[in-house]
């Protein structure tokens, strides 16, 4: 099993930046598949930004070229870093990782941009 904490999220003015953090319980070296989701209420989960196949990257048309999603192996954790936030980024983001064919899903940390 692997346990995924998100942190990071909070209020932040349109045009901001914020940084999202997702600690892992247990290594990642071998975890390919992992990324960033987010809901907004009233809304389907989406794919935000993920890794595929190592460091193959995957971004949603609507953040590319404003999040950037990186990793760190030695410290389990996976980090979105969003700039030029706009109000329809307001949303629950979650982390999620695919470990032996099984996906593990973070509780979620909120984002809202809003003046």
């Known amino acids: 099993q692997v346990q995924l904490v998100e942190s990071g999220g909070g209020l932040v003015q349109p045009g901001g930046s914020l940084r999202l953090s997702c600690a892992a319980s247990r290594s990642i070296f071998s975890i390919n598949a992992m990324g960033w989701y987010r809901q907004a209420a009233g809304k389907q989960r989406e794919l935000v930004a993920t890794?595929?196949?190592?460091?193959?990257?995957n971004y949603v048309d609507s953040v590319k070229g404003r999040f950037t999603i990186s990793r760190d192996n030695y410290k389990n954790t996976v980090h979105l870093q969003m700039n030029s936030l706009k109000p329809e980024d307001t949303a629950v983001y979650y982390c999620?990782?695919?470990?032996?064919?099984?996906?593990?899903w973070g509780k979620g940390t909120l984002v809202t941009v809003s003046s």
């Open positions: 999620k990782v695919e470990y032996f064919g099984m996906d593990y």
């Open positions: 890794f595929t196949s190592g460091s193959k990257t």
